[in-house]
């Protein structure tokens, strides 16, 4: 059984910084990324990590403050978020998907298999 568990969340200052860590059961996925859903917002994607390359991509929102990584192997991948702002503020997903896509088709959450039960981020300024 496919499990995503996250940890990492909680309470920050603008300017301060958070890592989410999230760590997949049950199968290989040749990608996991990280999605935020805000009150009364769609969920939108936040960065992807392609397996086992290890290539990466950003929303525009968080290219310079966020940084995607993770470990192939035991099928772990993180969010440094840094220089947070008080729009950070969200709960966050894991998702993971063996589908192919390409390009922008990757940040689309319809494309990913499994989710994690979210984790919240609040960011205070």
């Known amino acids: 059984q496919v499990q995503l568990v996250e940890s990492g969340g909680g309470l920050a200052q603008a300017g301060g910084s958070l890592r989410l860590s999230c760590v997949a059961s049950?199968?290989?996925?040749?990608?996991m990324g990280w999605f935020r859903q805000a009150p009364g917002k769609e969920r939108e994607f936040v960065a992807v990590?392609?397996?086992?390359?290890?290539?990466?991509d950003h929303a525009d929102s968080v290219k310079g403050r966020f940084t995607i990584s993770g470990d192939y192997v035991k099928k772990t991948a993180y969010l440094q978020m840094n220089s947070l702002k008080p729009e950070d503020t969200a709960v966050y997903f894991c998702?993971?998907?063996?589908?192919?896509?390409?390009?922008?088709?990757?940040?689309?959450?319809?494309?990913?298999?499994?989710w994690g039960q979210g984790t919240q981020v609040t960011v205070s300024s």
């Open positions: 990590i392609y397996w086992p390359v290890g290539s990466t």
């Open positions: 049950g199968r290989t996925f040749y990608k």
């Open positions: 998702a993971a998907t063996r589908k192919y896509c390409s390009g922008n088709g990757c940040r689309d959450p319809a494309l990913y298999d499994y």
